[in-house]
């Protein structure tokens, strides 16, 4: 559990992230939405990196875990998440001090972790994704 833990909250902080400062940037949609992915992708990657080394792996063996175990979860997390933000009126043009903003971003890691969870749950139970981790914490 710890393992899809760190995914799902490396995942969550990369996104607001990105969120953030490309709406505070007023940078158009397509920019915001690649850097919010992108950093998705780089705080989930590390919360489980930096896990792992601290199980004693090298830096190469740590890498090639956290690529495996954390790429459908973060794929899957960061497609729902997305799709339900560009997918909400207005949500894409709401402003950081706007309700709307905050309820599409935090609904949408709602329903992306519904989803995500049963996806995680099923690759577990056949030694793939963060089962792959779970020798390591």
């Known amino acids: 559990m710890k393992a899809t833990l760190h995914c799902l909250t490396g995942c969550a902080i990369g996104e607001i992230l990105g969120m953030v400062i ?3 940037l007023e940078w158009g949609n397509l920019p915001t939405m690649v850097l919010a ?3 998705a ?3 989930g990657y590390s919360f489980t990196l930096f896990a792992v080394l601290r199980a004693g792996l090298d830096l190469r063996s740590a890498i090639r875990i956290a690529l495996a175990a954390d790429t459908v979860s ?3 997390m960061e497609l729902v998440d997305n799709a339900i933000i ?3 009126p207005g949500a894409m043009d709401a402003h950081l001090t706007e309700g709307l903003f905050w309820s599409a971003l935090l609904g949408g890691f709602a329903v992306a972790f519904l989803i995500t969870t049963p996806v995680n749950k099923w690759m577990i139970g056949r030694g793939k994704g963060h089962a792959v981790v779970h020798a390591h914490h």
């Open 37 to 39: 992915i992108g950093l």
């Open 22 to 24: 490309g709406t505070a």
């Open 74 to 76: 973060i794929t899957v």
């Open 86 to 88: 560009a997918l909400t």
């Open 41 to 43: 992708f780089l705080f």
